[in-house]
């Protein structure tokens, strides 16, 4: 089924990746036979597909990276204590820093 490609947010389009992606595809042609026939020059809607498909992994490796940073002190100090609360708010501040600012279904 071919359906309307999504547009890039306000948001999307203000941050360095979304730049960073558009600087390297401006010139592709690009087809992506799920939204469209045949090929089409590179647009917004296209680095907007992109950076859903990075975010997931890009979130899911963070929050192991998370994980795996506080692991040692846990393992030394079983007594203490860390709020998942608070991890995933520093996270989410850290990534929001470089452009991701909703984490993929699953990781909220």
Not at 98 to 103: D, V
Request: charged fraction near 20%; aromatic fraction near 12%; include cysteine.
């Amino acid at each position: 089924m071919i359906t309307e490609m999504p547009n890039p947010t306000e948001e999307q389009m203000k941050s360095p990746i979304f730049n960073a992606i558009w600087e390297v595809i401006k010139d592709w042609d690009v087809n992506v036979p799920e939204y469209y026939e045949g090929y089409c020059g590179a647009n917004g809607s296209h680095v907007a597909l992109i950076l859903e498909k990075i975010k997931e992994p890009v979130w899911g490796l963070v929050f192991e990276c998370a994980g795996a940073a506080t692991a040692p002190l846990l393992q030394d100090h079983p007594d203490y204590v860390f709020p998942s609360e608070r991890v995933e708010e520093s996270v989410s501040h850290a990534l929001a820093e470089h452009g991701f600012t909703e984490p993929p279904h699953g990781y909220q």
